[in-house]
């Protein structure tokens, strides 16, 4: 719905995907070695992303980019959780013809600051246009970011609470004009709540509010009994 909304991908300005490296590989200066039948970080198949590593706030992040493309996306985990939570949903959004970047986030205190260092990493890979999306704490951290950041077109929160430590996406939501959406499951605690406030809070006029069956929280909502009106 949001990618709809944002206009789609751009084939035309995309080359084919390059799988990653089976050897050794340099990304950020550091070498990276990955056997032909290893999955990255535990979690991603081989030949399906490239391994980066993302400097912010005085650490460094493993991130892992799918596809190419000038529509980028990218995507934060719930607190606890890490990259991998995205990693069976970004190669699909990758063969839609998006380029995909998926992260571990540092401390709570520094997911701003971990997201503006993604933003700005898909940008250097070509990313023209950049939509940002997350789960529970990544949401309202995207949701927070979207307005900060040059070239954000779209955001999209799935279970994103209002307020996480120092992380609040209601002032932000306030101010963002793109096309935004909203996703929660009915019986997950507050996050149905704190979804319908952030969306008539929202100012832009292309907004969507999603409240779906059961209790899945964040990425989870992919895999749930909603999961064909939340990738819908």
Known sequence: MLLAACGGSDRSDSAPTSPASTSAETVGGETSTTGEDELLYGCIEPGTAKPLSIESAGATLDAAVFGEGRLGIVLAHEIGGSLCNWASIAPELAEQGY???????????TVARDMRAATKEIRELGAKKIILGGASLGGTVALMMAPRERNVVGAFSLSAPDVYGNTEGLPAVRRFRAPVLFVAAEDDGDFADDARWLYRAAASRNKELLIVPGSEHGTALYGGPAAERVAG
């Open 99 to 109: 380029q995909v970047l998926i992260y571990d986030f540092g401390e709570p205190a």
